[in-house]
């Protein structure tokens, strides 16, 4: 009888310690690689089409800008510093914001009334 008594003891009374834990580690390496391929995925995704046209409008009577909006079919569209593929991106506009612009082209590139350029491809 004591010896059952003294097995339902141990059972009964486990020590925490003798659970099995399982740690998972993740290298840094492989986090890089998967931030790395979200970048390109969502680079890759950016929609292909759009339209481009602009409305003409009078502002305040003292310039005259013309309005756009952004279609992308719903990627983002960069706002870079002139007007080139390789200048710095200093913002971005999105799929269906409208935008005032100066009426400056410049090589398939449309300045932007508060600063920077677009490319006009993407403007409707």
């Known amino acids: 009888m004591e010896a059952l008594a003294l097995s339902h003891s141990f059972v009964a009374y486990e020590s925490p ?8 580690k993740i290298p840094n390496s492989a986090w890089i690689g998967v931030a790395g391929m979200a970048v390109a995925l969502s ?3 950016v929609g ?15 310039s005259r800008h013309s309005y756009a ?6 990627g983002r569209l960069n706002i870079r510093h002139r007007p080139d593929g390789c200048s710095h991106v200093i913002g971005k506009l999105y799929n269906g914001d409208n935008v005032a ?3 400056r ?20």
């Open 48 to 62: 292909g089409e759009a339209q481009a046209s602009c409305g003409y409008s009078r502002c305040g009577g003292h």
């Open 105 to 124: 082209y410049k090589r398939g590139w449309a300045e932007l009334a508060g600063g920077g350029w677009v490319s006009a491809s993407w403007l409707s």
């Open 101 to 103: 612009l100066t009426g």
């Open 43 to 45: 680079v890759l995704g």
């Open 17 to 24: 310690e003798s659970e099995l834990q399982l740690e998972l």
């Open 69 to 74: 909006e952004v279609a992308t079919n719903g």
